[in-house]
């Protein structure tokens, strides 16, 4: 069983930066796969970004890339989400995700575990 706890939410305005974290419960966290997804209201959940098991592979959703970094400290069970140039559309809930498998995926439905999720709000 893993436990995802998400912080690092906040209100912040257009071209600001924040960085989420999500701390990870139990001892597979070093091979799991991690994901970060994110639903604004009455929006499907949206992929935001994925890094391998060993951090070496890292992949992005086409409206974040070049903008969030995806990354992880396994010896600290988290995974990082450094979110730059944040725009308005960018508000919504953010879900962090581990998937018990070294395969690398962008679907939700791919992921066994979910943190309870950590609002964004980018004021215009």
């Known amino acids: 069983q893993v436990q995802l706890v998400e912080s690092g939410g906040g209100l912040v305005q257009a071209g600001g930066s924040l960085r989420l974290s999500c701390a990870a419960s139990?001892?597979?966290?070093?091979?799991?796969?991690m994901g970060w997804f994110r639903q604004a209201p009455g929006k499907e959940r949206e992929f935001v970004a994925v890094?391998?098991?060993?951090?070496?592979?890292?992949y992005y959703g086409d409206s974040v890339m070049g903008r969030f970094t995806i990354s992880r400290d396994n010896a600290k069970n988290t995974v990082y989400l450094q979110m730059n140039s944040l725009k308005p559309e960018d508000t919504a809930v953010y879900y962090c995700?581990?998937?018990?498998?070294?395969?690398?995926?962008?679907?939700?439905?791919?992921?066994?575990?979910w943190g309870q999720g950590t609002q964004v709000t980018v004021s215009s």
């Open positions: 995700a581990a998937r018990e498998s070294r395969v690398v995926v962008r679907t939700p439905a791919s992921y066994d575990y």
């Open positions: 139990g001892r597979t966290f070093s091979s799991n796969t």
């Open positions: 890094i391998s098991w060993s951090g070496g592979s890292t």
